[in-house]
């Protein structure tokens, strides 16, 4: 029974992620580096960590189209997810907006870098690098923005959800 209740999380998850990317919403505010940066609370497994958010990813990909250069996009996240999964497992309310700034921050540096070195929008240059990375300011806000609404969104629910059960055992015993 409890393997059907997490599949059924797992599934459920994959699937608020995949409409959060093909609902109208502002650009870059999903809730997708939230759950890198929460999934060792909320799957307890570094390879379903990976696995809900690569293929809520890729579903959504699919539907709203592939695009060039998606691969960093992918690589930004599984960097996001292993370093909190692995180095900053120790997430609370108080350190929370420190660790949502840290991953929007990282998702940042890297996917502007591949789009500076991988696009012809930028001139190959040192000034090129930092014009590509002012520009994409608002986009940073964006995402800097939802990372924080829904970590704190999903770490509540996490927090209320384990004290429900805490409860509810508790009152069994």
Same mark, same amino acid.
């Given at each position: ?71 960093? %996009? /992918?690589?930004? =996240? !599984? ?6 999964? +692995? $180095? *900053?497992?120790? &997430? %609370? /309310?108080?350190? =929370? !907006? ?6 929007? +921050? $990282? *998702?940042?540096? &890297? %996917? ?62």
């Amino acid at each position: 029974m409890k393997i059907i209740n997490q599949n059924s999380s797992i599934c459920f998850v994959i699937t608020l992620l995949v409409f959060s990317r093909i609902i109208p919403h502002p650009p870059n505010f999903t809730p997708i580096i939230s759950i890198a940066i929460l999934g060792g609370i909320l799957f307890h497994s570094f390879t379903l960590t990976i696995i809900v958010f690569l293929s809520s990813m890729f579903i959504s990909d699919l539907i709203i189209g592939l695009y060039p250069g998606m691969i960093f %996009t /992918y690589i930004a =996240l !599984i960097l996001i997810g292993t370093i909190y999964y +692995f $180095i *900053f497992n120790k &997430i %609370t /309310y108080k350190n =929370l !907006i420190f660790h949502s700034l840290c991953g929007s +921050f $990282i *998702f940042y540096l &890297i %996917t502007n870098f591949f789009v500076w070195t991988n696009s012809d929008l930028y001139e190959k240059t040192i000034d090129g690098l930092i014009k590509c990375y002012l520009l994409a300011i608002p986009f940073f806000s964006n995402t800097l923005l939802s990372t924080i609404f829904f970590s704190f969104l999903t770490f509540a629910c996490v927090d209320r959800i384990k004290n429900y059960f805490y409860k509810t055992e508790k009152n069994i015993v």
